[in-house]
């Protein structure tokens, strides 16, 4: 299984501003997913990013607020654009396949 | 028709006892089951998971029962320590044309009494 891990682990943000959080992966993946999980709750899949193509967003999600990078085969970003309080949650990048996903340990964004 | 329904929300089980999730699932082009675990402040893993061709499958402590007919699957944790106190997550995952789906179950809250 690939080692996976984040930047920042956690960030406090003021409303308005954006954050940038990055994942970065032990070896070559072709498909890295973003997920939201809000305390308590189950995961949600944002979008997923395929090197050298648009990431594709599932139904809520938009890439005006959740612009997403994925340069290489090792790394990817996720943007948090123009945050609220509603966009406080635990934001969670994998790699895998349809049927297992290896999981970074996490950002967990507070916004004020 | 894309929902797992995860239950229950919450379970307390004495130390050495049987731990048991249930989840079910509406729509039928799901063709794999994984299980994860999550420990606080940690990203979820993959704990075990299941075919629907299979009815059964375990590994060592943890069992998955699958019933393709009711399409409901659950997981069984035998001699349960409290280690094994987490969250779990059931989910049901698809190929699809150009990118894959997993759909997670809303969790469990875990804990085993000492």
């Known amino acids: 299984s690939a080692v996976i891990s984040q930047k920042p682990s956690r960030d406090i943000c003021q409303r308005g501003t954006s954050l940038t959080i990055q994942c970065q992966v032990d070896s070559q993946v072709t498909m890295m997913f973003w997920y939201r999980q809000q305390p308590g709750q189950s995961l949600t899949l944002i979008a997923t990013?395929?090197?050298?193509?648009?990431?594709?967003?599932e139904s809520g999600f938009v890439i005006d607020k959740f612009p997403i990078s994925r340069p290489n085969l090792t790394f990817s970003t996720l943007t948090v654009s123009n945050m609220s309080p509603e966009d406080s949650s635990i934001y969670l990048c994998?790699?895998?396949?349809?049927?297992?996903?290896?999981f970074g340990p996490g950002t967990r964004l507070t916004v004020t | 028709q894309q929902q797992v329904k995860q239950s229950p929300q919450s379970l307390i089980v004495q130390k050495g006892g049987i731990s048991i999730i249930n989840c079910a699932y509406e729509?039928?082009?799901?063709?794999?089951f994984p299980w994860y675990q999550q420990f606080p402040g940690k990203g979820p893993a993959l704990l075990i998971a299941?075919?629907?061709?299979?009815s059964e499958k375990k590994e060592g402590r943890f069992t998955i029962s699958f019933n393709k007919s009711a399409k409901q699957f659950s997981l069984h944790i035998m001699d349960s320590q409290p280690g094994d106190s987490a969250t779990y997550f059931c989910a049901a995952s698809m190929k699809r044309n150009r990118d894959d789906k997993i759909i997670f179950g809303k969790g469990t809250r875990l804990h085993i009494l000492p």
């Open positions: 990013a395929n090197q050298g193509s648009e990431a594709t967003y």
């Open positions: 994998s790699v895998g396949d349809w049927r297992e996903q290896y």
């Open positions: 729509n039928t082009a799901f063709d794999y």
């Open positions: 299941i075919r629907p061709d299979v």
